[in-house]
């Protein structure tokens, strides 16, 4: 059905009324089809922790530097050093890796003990508030 639109113009002080004039109606939007779901990839960071092996919560992420992918870790409890493996869990963080590089006051280390301020290499985004776990074995 047609819409009609009416129309009242001004003429030497007078006002008329237009003819009505019939509007051509809208086309409905064309229906989308849909796509099948996409099968979710496997993940290639896996925090499956081996049987007889435990984790104990080391320290919390302070900051992210992505141009570097470091981050800072504050420790709370216990030491960490190279080649240990932590896991970094989080709201949506969740990942295992090994520590390769760390370092304090920009200086590489080979250890640190609870209280320091560190930074770490990782291989993923991390959050503040993110909590380190180190693996023991």
Do not use: C, N, W
């Not at 051509?24 to 922790?49: D, E, F, H, L, N």
């Not at 216990?78 to 963080?93: C, M, N, P």
């Not at 090994?98 to 609870?114: E, F, G, T």
């Amino acid at each position: 059905m047609k819409k009609k639109k009416k129309v009242k113009r001004k003429v030497a002080g007078k006002t008329k009324k237009k003819k009505t004039v019939a509007r051509p109606k809208k086309k409905a939007a064309s229906a989308k089809k849909k796509k099948a779901p996409k099968a979710k990839k496997p993940s290639r960071i896996s925090t499956s922790v081996p049987v007889g092996t435990s984790l104990e919560e080391i320290g919390v992420v302070t900051h992210y530097f992505p141009h570097v992918d470091a981050a800072v870790i504050k420790l709370t409890k216990g030491s960490l050093s190279q080649g240990d493996t932590i896991v970094l869990k989080g709201h949506t963080t969740d990942f295992k890796e090994k520590i390769v590089s760390m370092q304090l006051d920009h200086v590489p280390i080979a250890s640190a003990s609870s209280g320091q301020e560190i930074g770490l290499k990782v291989k993923s985004r991390v959050r503040e508030h993110d909590i380190v776990y180190k693996v023991i074995v």
